[in-house]
T-cell receptor
Framework: NAGVMQNPRHLVRRRGQEARLRCSPMKGHSHVYWYRQLPEEGLKFMVYLQKENIIDESGMPKERFSAEFPKEGPSILRIQQVVRGDSAAYFC?????????????FGSGTQLSVL | AQSVTQLGSHVSVSEGALVLLRCNYSSSVPPYLFWYVQYPNQGLQLLLKYTSAATLVKGINGFEAEFKKSETSFHLTKPSAHMSDAAEYFCAVSDTGFQKLVFGTGTRLLVSP
């Protein structure tokens, strides 16, 4: 039973390029969450998605960031025109439902480095 | 707004010694509280969670945490450290269960022989 799979593990981009981060939730999970960890900080919530729906994007920067979780395929976090401040570890988590007390399973993260 | 403060970015103990990792929270509503562990190159794993049932919560790998409302604390303890406990530990709080967690900055536990 594979866990939450994130790829790539490391991603290097130059300023102005686009970054695409992928997250495949655990089998049977239809809820996906993205978190960002900046250097020396705790993980910060970005967005919560269910299949084909964005439920809560209150933690997403207003510009350049978008997320999707299509009916088929992985969830994608897309960052357009990356800047140095986007360098961080991006973690995806999934759960089978939205109720409190459900277990949340995290992936190993994608380390984004912007040159 | 909710927040979590983890005192000490690094904690060093000897193998067999008591582990104590501190976490204080701020929440305007009864909180859900969590401890996660992250081993190198791995995702976060849930150690234990508090969801307003028993104030002393037992988790995996011999860890436990006690919810103290009067002190707004949820410190993590383990009676006897093992080398395999060396990792980064994160405390988190939420007022909605798992939907939106607020994490602390983490404490790296170092265990020496």
């Amino acid at each position: 039973n594979a866990g939450v799979m994130q790829n790539p593990r490391h991603l290097v981009r130059r300023r102005g390029q686009e970054a695409r981060l992928r997250c495949s939730p655990m089998k049977g999970h239809s809820h996906v969450y993205w978190y960002r960890q900046l250097p020396e900080e705790g993980l910060k919530f970005m967005v919560y998605l269910q299949k084909e729906n964005i439920i809560d994007e209150s933690g997403m920067p207003k510009e350049r960031f978008s997320a999707e979780f299509p009916k088929e395929g992985p969830s994608i976090l897309r960052i357009q025109q990356v800047v140095r401040g986007d360098s961080a570890a991006y973690f995806c988590a999934s759960s089978p439902g939205a109720n409190g007390g459900e277990k949340l399973f995290f992936g190993s993260g994608t380390q984004l480095s912007v040159l | 707004a909710q927040s979590v403060t983890q005192l000490g970015s690094h904690v060093s103990v000897s193998e067999g010694a008591l582990v104590l990792l501190r976490c204080n929270y701020s929440s305007s509503v009864p909180p859900y509280l969590f401890w996660y562990v992250q081993y190198p190159n791995q995702g976060l794993q849930l150690l234990l969670k508090y969801t307003s049932a028993a104030t002393l919560v037992k988790g995996i790998n011999g860890f436990e945490a006690e919810f103290k409302k009067s002190e707004t604390s949820f410190h993590l303890t383990k009676p006897s450290a093992h080398m395999s406990d060396a990792a980064e530990y994160f405390c988190a709080v939420s007022d909605t269960g798992f939907q939106k967690l607020v994490f602390g900055t983490g404490t790296r536990l170092l265990v020496s022989p």
